[in-house]
């Protein structure tokens, strides 16, 4: 189960890094501070998945769930939103280090 965990880390670090390269690309075209929120991305990748996942989570899930916690995680910068998943995922497929016995 850690693998899984790991390889979704890994995946997460790659799409953050990714994104960011994305948005620094496009800010220093642009010469100003460019971040392109995830829903946007999302939209432009697969808008049918983003459509199906809002209809999905109002009505069978908790639809108050979405207007104030998912829209504020699809507002934020897309390699943010990935980073902070990574690290998440990342502490969760930790190894925990053999404890060394007390030495009397």
Known sequence: ????????AMF????????????ATRSIAA?????TPL???WYSVSPDTLNLTQATIQRYLLPALWDPVIVFVLTLPG????A???LILHFIGQTRGRRKPASA
């Open 39 to 41: 829903g946007q991305s």
């Open 1 to 8: 189960m850690r693998f899984v965990v790991r390889m979704l």
């Open 31 to 35: 010469g100003d501070w460019i971040a």
């Open 79 to 82: 390699w943010l939103v990935f």
């Open 84 to 86: 902070v998943l990574a």
């Open 12 to 23: 997460s670090l790659a799409v953050a890094i990714i994104m960011a390269v994305s948005d």
